[in-house]
């Protein structure tokens, strides 16, 4: 492995090249929670009932800051793009030749990429946030022994979260051996990750089978369960069963994208000559 510590490196310091980037996203995420804030109180403030699919205003509120701030920290990365504009330039032709693993080396670039947006400005962030929060009663630590294990197997589940979405960006990466729209099939990728991740809307909030079978899809270890962990919404057990459900969707997907990736390798048309 020590082969592709270079890449963890050099995403961490591109992430670092580009700080002003880095802090517009996060003033971007910032006033999207401002939005939020002001729709969900008037959603509530129209409602009957002071909570709306085991979710109170307080609990909304909490719910929303952490997945944004997750998303910001982990659904932003890159290897779509790379792997398209490779092809472009011509450049993926020296890539398969390489002594190393394409899709390892992009798991690693993307690894050091997110550490870094985690380091300057997730942690702060979170750990902000939850101090906020406990203060104003938003959040209740009952145990903190036990919370420490929950920031443990957040921790855990946002290492799984990384490594899953930037699977699933990689297959789309893949898919642009066969197209050049490449924009049309990101922006489709982003809406699916987002509605069904739990970003827009909690998956309670879905009906009947359509919240069932979101809730087994790859795409709640995204944002949604992380943060039930963190929040400690799930207990232990249920964090645990979390993780392990996101283990079992890295394994498949990863195998789907090797298969994949053999079959498409073999029609690749490089433009860049």
Known sequence: ???????????????????????AWML?????LVCVAFLWTAVYNSSSSPVINGFTFNEMLVYFVFTNIFAFMCLGTE??????????DGTIAISFIKPISYRIRFL????????????LMGIPTIVISIIV????GFLKISSYPVFFFHIILFIVSMILA??????????????????????????SKNVLVNFFSGVLIPLAFFPGKLGKIAEMLPFAGLSQNPVYILVMRVDL???????????????????????????????ITVQGG
């Open 1 to 23: 492995m020590k082969k592709y510590i270079p890449f963890f490196k050099a995403g961490m310091m591109e992430e670092m090249a580009y700080r002003v980037g880095l802090f």
């Open 28 to 32: 971007i995420t910032f006033l999207q």
């Open 79 to 88: 290897t779509m793009s790379d792997i398209n504009r490779e092809i472009k």
């Open 108 to 119: 690693f670039r993307v690894m050091g990429t997110c550490t870094t947006r985690i380091i």
């Open 133 to 136: 929060f406990v203060k104003m």
């Open 162 to 187: 990384i490594a899953v979405y930037d699977t699933i960006d990689y297959i789309c990466g893949i898919c642009c051996f066969y197209t050049t729209a490449s924009w049309g099939l990101n922006f």
């Open 237 to 267: 057990r249920e964090a645990g069963f979390i993780i392990l459900k996101s283990v079992i969707w890295f394994i498949i997907l990863n195998v789907l994208a090797k298969l994949i990736f053999i079959k498409a390798s073999k029609k």
